[in-house]
């Protein structure tokens, strides 16, 4: 299951959901994988910079 880990402190956290699904990866954002239409997020931050998306 995909996570979103820091670099940095090296904390753990769910990647957000959307349609009952984890959200993907794209362009540096968090979209969902269903719609278009569901819009996108940034990639929470921790430690100050962006979080690693890791599958
Ligand atoms: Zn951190
Ligand atoms: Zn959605």
Known sequence: ???LICN?????KDVPKC?????ILK???L????S???GHQHIPECCGQP???ID
């Open 1 to 3: 299951m995909a996570k």
């Open 8 to 12: 940095v402190c090296g904390s753990e």
């Open 19 to 23: 349609c009952d699904k984890s959200m």
């Open 27 to 29: 362009d540096n954002y």
């Open 31 to 34: 979209m969902c994988c269903c």
């Open 36 to 38: 278009d239409n569901c």
């Open 51 to 53: 979080m690693n998306y």
